[in-house]
T-cell receptor, first 111, second 114 residues
Framework: GNSVTQMEGPVTLSEEAFLTINCTYT??????LFWYVQYPGEGLQLLLK?????DKGSNKGFEATYRKETTSFHLEKGSVQVSDSAVYFC??????????FGQGTELSVKP | DSGVTQTPKHLITATGQRVTLRCSPR?????VYWYQQSLDQGLQFLIQ???????AKGNILERFSAQQFPDLHSELNLSSLELGDSALYFC?????????????FGEGSRLTVL
């Protein structure tokens, strides 16, 4: 079946450090891939998405590239800020009505 | 603010009881989704409705049911509650039926079963 695997957290970084959160997936066909972010006490928000192989999604300094050959969609940011502290979820869908999430990775950025 | 409203925000009840969670989607969104978030299971898709009709079903227990009303708001009914049903229940909405577009999530309803 379809599944998403993320690196376990928590990830703790200093401000301005480089961030990578790994995400790999298993899916039939050609899924669309997403990163959602959940700030404390809030619901999830879409951060970025990619709908086909080699697409790069980007938003707020975050980037992720859809790599079909390695079935990966790693999230990166060159310089994190304290305000980026949140839980990040990788997700996929390849059929209507079922967005499948990874377990989430908690990021804590220290000043 | 995503525009999706969920009530109640917090709910504490006892085993064997029944509760109803309510969701109002963003204005204009026809699809409503329900998700359960727990520490051991993560985020699990429960069910989706589109314009009043059930569109997709995930890992929803038989003790749980949902519906979407003509005004597009949705309710998730949880009955014969067990300790393991304690979780954060999210509602999300989207404009279309397709999952390719963005989902907008509410802040969730935290259910505690004692």
């Amino acid at each position: 079946g379809n599944s998403v695997t993320q690196m376990e957290g928590p990830v703790t970084l200093s401000e301005e450090a480089f961030l990578t959160i790994n995400c790999t997936y298993t899916a039939t066909g050609y899924p669309s891939l997403f990163w959602y972010v959940q700030y404390p006490g809030e619901g999830l928000q879409l951060l970025l998405k990619a709908t086909k192989a080699d697409d790069k999604g980007s938003n707020k300094g975050f980037e992720a590239t859809y790599r079909k050959e390695t079935t990966s969609f790693h999230l990166e940011k060159g310089s994190v800020q304290v305000s980026d502290s949140a839980v990040y979820f990788c997700a996929l869908t390849n059929q209507g009505g079922k967005l499948i999430f990874g377990q989430g990775t908690e990021l804590s950025v220290k000043p | 603010d995503s525009g999706v409203t969920q009530t109640p925000k917090h709910l504490i009840t006892a085993t064997g009881q029944r509760v109803t969670l309510r969701c109002s989607p963003r204005s204009g969104d026809l699809s409503v989704y329900w998700y359960q978030q727990s520490l051991d299971q993560g985020l699990q898709f429960l069910i989706q409705y589109y314009n009043g009709e059930e569109r997709a079903k995930g890992n929803i227990l038989e003790r749980f049911s949902a519906q979407q009303f003509p005004d597009l708001h949705s309710e998730l009914n949880l009955s014969s509650l067990e300790l393991g049903d304690s979780a954060l229940y999210f509602c999300a909405s989207s404009v279309r039926d397709s999952m390719i577009g963005e989902l907008f999530f509410g802040e969730g309803s935290r259910l505690t079963v004692l």
